[in-house]
């Protein structure tokens, strides 16, 4: 691909001119520095403001104004159904069916309510297997499941590292350790998108090596979601939990999501922490001892609907439905080979791109290590107008989403590397 571009303002002017997505740029606020809009890689970490989505809080707001309680029932968007007007965009999104996507509480909070459903671990089947240097969040969880069953973390976790001089897992390690763990494993648990390297894994071929030994496979989505398009439903995956603040634009401690495959929403038995707002809505109000979960992943909801915070994410997922995934995506692995091309060409600043190369084992980041000074980069960038972030040790992640984000962005971030770094 990289054979397609050459190094010029003009190019990047034409590859825009010919983008049918160019038009969502103007759907998002841009911070401002120095009086100019910055470039903004940072959806890796929180997405853009969507301009429609002051208007999808107010319409809450009046509603509450207006109706009060009776907006449980009443109003544009009656309160009692809320977290079910995002489930068609995210079930495309997620390759999943409707009735397996539920939008509730945050992402730590969902993986520990699905563990609790999905790790059920036995005296000989009791280890959970995961990327070393998964996410803390990820791996503090993990740690406290297996305490809460009375294991040791250092025993009952089986953590996969690269290999010796390399920093990218390689896949082939990571289905034999499963083969080699088969008869103890109860959880094979990854990270999508390796927060850190930007590498995205293969997810229906670890959830096959999972099954094929016995274990649940579930999935930490947060930085595929709105990021890859996705098939969970047919890749088998067991769960997944993602949130939404990222790619996916609803804001910061926006509601988080859930995908909990169909062979189980069905059941109304499986083991669960089990709150009012799970409950099934022919029987809820007749407030009855006996908890009779919905028959979807709704099911597992255990709160209120948190309606100020899924209002930013309904209206995102509005301009997700325009633009599409599927589109997304391949405007995504031109913007980040764009990006690449660009960056092998600066010879001033020395720094190793540490995200794999090829487009299908990666999403929109690259993840730039520095042996030295990486930190000193990433704030001169900062004060260059240049939003990235930084995580220790040495890497600055850049991540051009390709809903806000245009191929004159990534040329101007070059120029500013090139002129002042």
Partial sequence: MQNLFHNSLALARTLDSKDELSEFKQQFYFPVYNEKEVIYFCGNSLGLQP????????????????????????????????????KPSLAKIAGASENEVTVMNALTVNLHLMMLSFYRPSKERYKILMESGAFPSDQYAVETQAKHHGFNPGDAIIEISAREGEKILREEDIVDAIGQHKNELALVFFGGINYYTGQLFDIKKITGAAHEAGAVAGWDLAHVVGNVPLQLHDWNVDFAIWCSYKYLNAGPGAAGGVFIHEKYVTDKKKQRLAGWWGNDERTRFKMEK???????????????????????????????????????????????????????????????IITPEEPERRGVQLSLFFKEKGKEIHDKMIESGIIVDYREPGVIRVAPAPLYCSFEDVYRFYEILKDNF
């Fill in 51 to 86: 301009k429609n989505a002051g208007t999808a809080i107010q319409a809450e707001l009046q509603s509450w104004r207006d109706l009060a309680v009776k907006g449980y029932f009443h109003g544009a968007n009656p309160w009692l159904y809320y977290q079910e007007y995002m």
């Fill in 290 to 352: 006996e908890f009779i979960a919905k028959p979807d992943a709704s099911g597992w909801n255990i709160s209120t609907a948190q309606v100020f915070n899924m209002a930013t994410l309904k209206a995102s997922l509005e301009i997700f439905e325009k633009a599409g995934i599927e589109k997304l995506r391949i405007k995504s692995i031109r913007l980040t080979g764009y990006l690449e091309f660009l960056l092998r060409q600066l010879k001033n600043i020395q720094f190793e």
